[in-house]
């Protein structure tokens, strides 16, 4: 199965900083998606890329398609504390698997 | 629209017992996942319908498990009996579409205590 693996595990920044975290996957894809998961709730999705994209934009977020280096990343720019979380990538072939996460901190 | 609903939110068991967690997906979606999540074993994906059909329930760990989409607005996840080590955060999702095409709508869990 298809399935993104997070990198780092986990990231601890101050507020205001930038927060980048990275996903690799093994097959070709259609399309990868990332989201967010605050403790205790249900996944987030913030961002949906598709393979013949390169890169994609929402507010404060910005993802990354590389398909020849199969990865992908989340750089989160001017980070709040509201910004703690763990993100998740899943990268789709019609098998779609979410890997451990990224746990992210960020100190007020 | 409310989202994916839940219920319960919490359930603590005995071991043995059987356990129905039920989920409503958002109106209008044909797909529909049960995941479990635990921090030794991180996020699964258990089963995953489509149309009301189960399409891949290669995740389900054992014969304890089951689920049925008797409707579109309508999905149970049994465990029966249960055991300490199901004890999880169970989360129903949906989406429309097939899977992966589209963005998956999380409900908040139900989080499983087997004593």
């Known amino acids: 199965s298809q399935q993104g693996e997070e990198d780092p595990q986990a990231l601890s920044i101050q507020e205001g900083e930038n927060a980048t975290m990275n996903c690799s996957y093994k097959?070709?894809?259609?399309?990868l998606q990332w989201y967010r998961q605050n403790s205790g709730r249900g996944l987030v999705h913030l961002i949906l890329?598709?393979?013949?994209?390169r890169e994609k934009h929402s507010g404060r977020l910005r993802v990354t398609l590389d398909t020849s280096k199969k990865s992908s990343s989340l750089l989160i720019t001017a980070s709040r504390a509201a910004d703690t979380a763990s993100y998740f990538c899943?990268?789709?072939?019609?098998?779609?698997?979410f890997g451990a996460g990224t746990r992210l901190t960020v100190k007020p | 629209d409310a989202g994916v609903i839940q219920s319960p939110r919490h359930e603590v068991t005995e071991m043995g017992q059987e356990v129905t967690l039920r989920c409503k997906p958002i109106?209008?979606?044909?797909?529909l996942f049960w995941y479990r999540q635990t921090m030794m074993r991180g996020l699964e994906l258990l089963i995953y319908?489509?149309?009301?059909?189960?399409?891949?329930d290669s995740g389900m760990p054992e014969d304890r498990f089951s689920a049925k989409m008797p409707n579109a607005s309508f999905s149970t996840l049994k465990i029966q009996p249960s055991e300490p080590r199901d004890s999880a955060v169970y989360f129903c999702?949906?989406?429309?579409?097939?899977?992966?095409?589209?963005?998956?709508?999380f409900g908040p869990g139900t989080r499983l205590t087997v004593t």
């Open positions: 890329i598709r393979s013949n994209e």
């Open positions: 999702a949906s989406s429309l579409g097939d899977r992966g095409s589209y963005e998956q709508y």
């Open positions: 319908f489509n149309n009301n059909v189960p399409i891949d």
């Open positions: 899943a990268a789709n072939n019609n098998d779609m698997r």
């Open positions: 097959t070709s894809i259609n399309n």
């Open positions: 109106s209008g979606h044909n797909s």
